[in-house]
T-cell receptor
Framework: DAGVTQSPTHLIKTRGQQVTLRCSPK?????VSWYQQALGQGPQFIFQ???????QRGNFPDRFSGHQFPNYSSELNVNALLLGDSALYLC???????????FGPGTRLTVL | GENVEQHPSTLSVQEGDSAVIKCTYS??????FPWYKQELGKRPQLIID?????GEKKDQRIAVTLNKTAKHFSLHITETQPEDSAVYFC?????????????FGKGTKLSVIP
């Protein structure tokens, strides 16, 4: 039973660039949520995807966008990167209508 | 939305002692309260959760209690071991349209001293 996977593990970008992060949910799950975890903080909700549409969104600017594919995998895109976007980006998968979320290992993004 | 407060931010205990971490939440409609353990450089791992129809849930050395009237819930770890050292996060959901958006506390760094 495959767990949640994410790629890449680490990424270094410069200010103004764009980045794409990827997530594959746990087998049997159809919903993917993305979180940003700054150093020393708890994860903060970015948005959630279900049936290839954004279902909920947290307090993040439009520079953050996403996509979900028919196989339930998902991408997180961040445009015009800022230094403050440096963080661990986590995806969590769940089955719609249920509350339990399982996290992937995360992508560590560093913006220089 | 939901607001979650977590205390303490750091906690040091001797091996074998108990540890208690407390969280409060603001949304009285919340009905699911998970706890995650995050070791350095690793993913948050779900260790226990509780739903609003029960007041306490145990899993070996870990227990969670819930007081819906006071809007707080706590994590209890008994007979602590060095491998319990990690950052622990509580969370509460904002639910809508069949989905669950988790709001996390700021975390408690637990150190178990051998």
């Amino acid at each position: 039973d495959a767990g949640v996977t994410q790629s890449p593990t680490h990424l270094i970008k410069t200010r103004g660039q764009q980045v794409t992060l990827r997530c594959s949910p746990k087998s049997g799950h159809d919903t993917v949520s993305w979180y940003q975890q700054a150093l020393g903080q708890g994860p903060q909700f970015i948005f959630q995807y279900y049936e290839e549409e954004e279902r909920q969104r947290g307090n993040f600017p439009d520079r953050f966008s996403g996509h979900q594919f028919p196989n339930y995998s998902s991408e997180l895109n961040v445009n015009a990167l800022l230094l403050g976007d440096s963080a661990l980006y986590l995806c969590a998968s769940s089955l719609t209508g249920t509350d339990t979320q399982y996290f992937g290992p995360g992508t560590r993004l560093t913006v220089l | 939305g939901e607001n979650v407060e977590q205390h303490p931010s750091t906690l040091s205990v001797q091996e074998g002692d108990s540890a208690v971490i407390k969280c409060t939440y603001s949304d009285s409609a919340s009905n699911y309260f998970p706890w995650y353990k995050q070791e350095l450089g690793k993913r948050p791992q779900l260790i226990i959760d509780i739903r609003s129809n029960v007041g306490e849930k145990k899993d070996q050395r870990i227990a969670v209690t819930l007081n819906k009237t006071a809007k707080h819930f706590s994590l209890h770890i008994t007979e602590t071991q060095p491998e319990d050292s990690a950052v622990y996060f509580c969370a509460a959901p904002y639910s809508g349209a069949g989905s669950y958006q988790l709001t996390f506390g700021k975390g408690t760094k637990l150190s178990v001293i051998p």
